[in-house]
């Protein structure tokens, strides 16, 4: 039995797809191709003064990667997948047949 972790992406608009692995790198990479460039390098925040939005750099390459997967996650293009964590593969499909199980 294997007890690693295992984890999903799931893309939740047109086209809809899911990718499940033990290896993590491989979910970043992949939320990663699929946000565009404007979201990897650009981030508006709330000016109060001017009651607008500004944008800034979003100094993206420089964050280590587990911030640059929360940032991409929070970006336009992230916020069309949803990422989930599970214990072991074992826990993820069990998980599976519960949902199935109670419609």
């Known amino acids: 039995m294997n007890n690693e ?57 420089l964050l280590p990667l587990d911030e640059r997967f929360a940032f991409l996650l929070g970006s336009s293009c992230g916020a069309e997948f949803l990422f989930e964590e599970y214990d072991s593969y074992v826990n993820y499909v069990y998980e599976l047949e519960q949902e199935y199980l109670n419609g």
Do not use: A, M, W
């Open 5 to 61: 972790k295992y984890y999903v992406l799931t893309k939740l608009s047109e086209p809809v797809f899911e990718f499940g692995t033990h290896d993590i790198c491989f979910i970043y990479d992949q939320l990663e191709y699929h946000c565009c460039s404007y979201c990897r390098d650009y981030i508006e925040e709330y000016d109060e003064e001017t009651d607008s939005f500004i944008e800034k750099s979003s100094n993206y390459s």
